[in-house]
């Protein structure tokens, strides 16, 4: 197993990856393109982000994307864990407990204040490893609004 920050030599193999998680949460339209465009702000050193690349044997299993921001209520810098995802074959593997240990030794190497993340109500399993690993649900409730 290897966790790698992705870069120009690996972000294709990460792409596909990427499109089985927006199918996962119903994305009504997957633009492979966008996805490329997107995602190679990140296959570099930025102050915005962060995408890493786990693999098993040089095989493309899973990733985790980070972005940082503030929280006014701390005054600090925090990042948010904004996707975490290991491909159906290799869950319950122990695979996405590496990738969110490797994202919270890599949000402390940045000496963030903190690693927060959202999953969906139903997304029990996901829910199990977050309570696993020590991780507090938040009581704030989460709104959006398309703009």
Not at 2 to 20: Q, R, T
């Amino acid at each position: 197993m290897k966790i790698e920050h992705v870069n120009k030599d690996n972000l294709e193999s990460i792409l596909p990856l990427i499109a089985e998680y927006q199918r996962f949460y119903a994305v009504a339209e997957i633009d492979m393109e966008r996805n490329r465009k997107f995602f190679t702000q990140f296959a570099q050193e930025n102050d915005r982000g962060a995408l890493h690349l786990l693999t098993l044997d040089q095989l493309a299993i899973g990733f985790s994307t980070i972005y940082f921001t503030y929280s006014s209520t701390l005054a600090k810098e925090v990042a948010v864990l904004n996707d975490l995802y290991v491909t159906s074959a290799h869950r319950g593997k122990g695979y996405g407990k590496a990738l969110l240990q490797h994202a919270r030794s890599f949000v402390q190497s940045k000496g963030l204040a903190r690693l927060q993340w959202l999953t969906a109500h139903d997304n029990v399993t996901a829910q199990q490893l977050y309570d696993s690993l020590g991780a507090r649900k938040s009581q704030w409730c989460f709104y959006a609004m398309d703009v």
